[in-house]
């Protein structure tokens, strides 16, 4: 049971990683590999915060508002380039690695390669008795924000006039503008979001490992690949069942088989989903090709 | 045959004759339209396979190469016929995956001493070897490019469904080169085994995979000659400019992977990119034509 | 040719089209009055299309001059041009197929407030009757004839100055036709102009005031529909 709720908590940020990425890949068609940088941007940014003295929620936010903006400048400007050159698929993939080497080489000098530590102060401590079991407050809280984010979404993309557009401009750009819809505004929004989500996942990594460095983002990267695959590219509760079920998955992986094997659960799902149901759980049937 | 050569020199040729046959080993894939991004796991695998059969088992080098090309192929096809009917993009990160599962295993399996790797490999390869290899490998791309299958599989690339309206036996294809690809990062990795006595699962990681991603664009994907070139210049870049190993050397590969895409997604000596550098040159009225 | 009383809504001066080095649209001249229905005839590959996504600035001109309400729209983004009043409704229909008939319906009211939005959804309803029993169907699941009168609604939804439908009748059945006529009579009739590009030229004479005809992208006869009888329709379009 305890196990369970582990997995349940790492998972939750897991689905965070996922959203973000199956917004961007939902709405513009591009696997962003800049995610983890984002990630990491978005966790240093609330860490400056922290450690200049503001309280958590505010660095929470700032943390959030660096992620967006580096997410929306990377898009607004190279990929912008690459849209209008009709660029193939591979042009993106291709450029967001590149771009992904430059932010955490970047990262990587100004942080002299330290792993710096990142304060648990501010956040829920402790355990709290759930159903006979002692269950850290902070896994709660992990919990109950990406439940909450997944809820919001929703909600945002089927009930609003936003999300209307969102997914106009996601099934076809042409038809969205001739109905009056900027794509590019919808693009800048869909960034924005899954920048926030990206920061705040980052920020819950942190103060898990109570650590935080340029390299924080690396392994998430794929394991968001991974939940996107597992759920389904494009869907947003795809994205959440794939996130929980991958924590899950690897806790009992850690505790049954070794540590070092879970190292390889994101990739072993990746596989196997492509071998068996390439669609993922909710994805729809898009996956083959001619 | 290359003993006068001063050793250092021949050093550098070694590796870069063998970044070469990696090089050739993404390209082809490319060429078909095939964008994979396994080839440090094929390496890895091909690298593991002839280091194990000739240390534990005692085979001769030349064998325990082979070997490692059989596996390659073996294993590309295995995970090419379920992958390769999928879209791009599932192959992209299919192929990621399975290049992190393989160095991962390795890392973490006894036979293969994990993460200290194995020392003590015979280095039974030459310079010429290695030249006769690249030299061979280099006229069959030649042979490729001026034959049908290298006609076809261009056509695959540029536009698959016209090129299935047409006959082309696009999976066919693209198992095939797919095969080639995998056979062909194998051997490198075999090679590069045998020639530095040493390998550790942390020397096929992704970074392996940027640099030959930047050779290849840079150079260009439509024909071997490019990307070659590339290879060479950026190793002769590399020795004077004393990048390597620095803080930003991953800087640098990243923006120039990104500058070239936006400029020539195709890479620097695409027939799109010459054309447009020769538009613009054609416009300045002080350059005479 | 001939123009309307009143002031024109829509002003097409000199307009060139190129796709590469060939000409696509060679100095068209258009003017399209208020509460006008004006169409554009011509064969397959004419330009009709070309004509009306450069309108709605999918495509950029080389050169000419167009002026909705005498703003100039060259060299506005697509968007703009929608929200300022000329709505198209492309070739094909174009419908968002995983949203619901409501769903597009709303799409196209783009800024309107909500409560006009929900009249805006009931005055459709009642100007296309045979879709109240649809409204929560997912829109690609609709019937081609279906899907024409979401598409007309759906621009109606943002009460454009100018209405610019692409060829309403392709693939659909002579009855469906029919009621497409119906509906894009009432259009007329609620006051909002009409550029109609088709191929069926019968058709559109049947709906439009007036017509220009367009072959290998230059106006090569505009008039009054009155004045295309039947051999004029058949030297140009067969």
């Known amino acids: 049971m305890q196990q369970t709720i582990n997995g349940l908590a790492s998972g939750s940020i897991y689905a965070l990683l996922g959203l973000g990425v199956t917004l961007i890949w939902g709405v513009l068609h591009v696997l962003t590999f800049t995610h983890a940088q984002v990630l990491t941007w978005g966790a240093f940014g609330s860490l400056i915060a922290i450690n200049r003295g503001y309280p958590v929620p505010v660095a929470i936010l700032v943390g959030m508002a660096v992620a967006a903006g580096l997410s929306v400048l990377i898009d607004s400007t190279v990929l912008e380039m690459l849209r209008r050159r009709g660029a193939s698929e591979y042009a993106f993939v291709v450029a967001t690695i590149g771009l992904a080497f430059m932010l955490e080489s970047i990262l990587r000098n100004r942080t002299r390669a330290r792993v710096e530590p990142y304060s648990r102060d501010g956040f829920p401590r402790g355990p709290i008795e759930l159903l006979g079991q002692n269950v850290p407050k902070l896994q709660l809280a992990v919990l109950a924000t990406s439940l909450i984010a997944m809820a919001g979404l929703a909600i945002w993309l089927n009930h609003t006039r936003a999300g209307r557009g969102m997914k106009a401009v996601a099934y076809s750009p042409e038809t969205a503008t001739l109905l009056g819809i900027n794509p590019r505004f919808i693009y800048a929004v869909a960034y924005t979001v899954s920048g926030m989500l990206a920061a705040l996942a980052g920020v819950f990594v942190a103060v898990s490992t109570a650590s935080v460095s340029y390299s924080s983002g690396d392994r998430l990267l794929l394991t968001a690949f991974a939940v996107i695959i597992l759920g389904g590219m494009g869907s947003v509760p795809g994205a959440v069942v794939g996130g929980l079920i991958l924590g899950v998955i690897e806790v009992y992986a850690t505790v049954h088989v070794s540590s070092k094997f879970s190292e390889v659960v994101a990739y072993l799902v990746i596989l196997v989903v492509l071998l068996v149901r390439p669609s993922g759980l909710f994805g729809a049937k898009e996956a083959t090709r001619v | ?289 | 040719m001939t123009g309307s009383q009143g002031n024109a809504v829509l002003e097409v001066s000199d307009l060139t089209v190129r796709y590469g080095a060939a000409v696509a649209l060679r100095g068209i001249d258009l003017v399209i009055g208020e509460q006008e229905a004006v169409a554009v005839l011509g064969p397959n590959g004419a330009g009709k299309t070309t004509l009306l996504r450069t309108i709605s600035g999918l495509l950029k001109p080389a050169a000419g001059q167009i002026e909705l309400d005498s703003h100039s729209m060259v060299g506005r983004p697509a968007y703009r041009i929608a929200r300022a009043g000329f709505v198209h409704a492309p070739e094909g229909r174009s419908m968002i197929a995983p949203l619901t008939v409501t769903e597009n319906l709303q799409l196209g009211a783009g800024r309107r407030a909500r409560s006009d939005v929900a009249a805006g959804i009931d005055e459709m309803i009642e100007l296309f009757p045979s879709l109240r029993a649809r409204m929560g169907t997912k829109a690609g699941l609709l019937s081609g004839g279906e899907q024409q009168m979401v598409a007309i609604a759906r621009a109606l939804m943002a009460q454009p100055k100018v209405l610019a439908i692409d060829e309403p009748s392709m693939g659909l059945a002579p009855v469906v036709v029919d009621a497409v006529l119906e509906a894009l009579r009432k259009v007329i009739d609620s006051g909002t102009s009409l550029l109609l590009a088709e191929q069926n030229a019968r058709l559109a004479l049947a709906v439009a005031d007036r017509a220009y005809v367009l072959v290998h992208g230059e106006v090569v006869k505009s008039g009054n529909s009155d004045e295309f009888g039947d051999e004029l329709i058949e030297s140009y379009l067969t």
């Open chain 2, 1 to 289: 045959m290359f003993e006068w050569i001063p050793a250092y020199q021949r050093f550098l040729l070694d590796v870069t004759l063998i970044d070469i046959i990696l090089v050739i080993s993404l390209l082809i894939l490319f060429q078909c339209g095939l964008f994979s991004m396994a080839t440090a796991g094929f390496a890895a695998i091909g690298g593991y396979t002839s280091a194990l059969l000739v240390t534990d088992a005692d085979w001769p080098v030349p064998l325990g190469i082979l070997a490692a090309v059989f596996v390659g192929a073996t294993l590309a096809v295995s995970f090419g016929l379920p992958v390769l009917r999928l879209r791009g993009i599932y192959l992209a990160l299919g192929s990621l995956a399975l290049a992190q599962v393989i160095v991962i295993g390795i890392a973490n399996v006894g036979f293969t001493n994990g993460v200290f790797g194995i020392s003590g490999i015979p280095t039974e390869v030459t310079t010429g070897w290695l030249v006769a290899i690249v030299a061979v490998i280099l006229l069959v791309m030649e042979l490729i490019h001026r034959s049908h299958f290298g006609r076809a599989m261009k056509a695959i690339r540029l536009d698959e469904h016209t090129a299935a309206g047409l006959g082309i036996n696009v999976f066919a294809y693209r198992m095939a080169t797919f095969g080639i690809g995998g056979a062909m990062a194998a051997m490198a990795g075999a090679l590069e085994a045998h020639r530095t006595a040493v390998i550790s699962p942390d020397q096929y990681d992704f970074g392996l995979l940027v640099v030959l991603l930047t050779y290849m664009f840079v150079g260009g994907v439509e024909h071997w000659l490019g990307p070659v070139l590339a290879t060479i210049g950026f190793r002769i870049l590399n020795e004077n400019l004393e990048f390597a190993g620095t803080d930003w050397e991953n800087f640098y590969y990243g923006s120039i992977l990104v500058v070239v895409m936006l400029l020539a997604p195709d890479g620097l000596t695409s027939r799109r990119f010459t054309q447009r550098l020769a538009r613009i040159f054609r416009r300045r009225p002080d350059l005479a034509t």
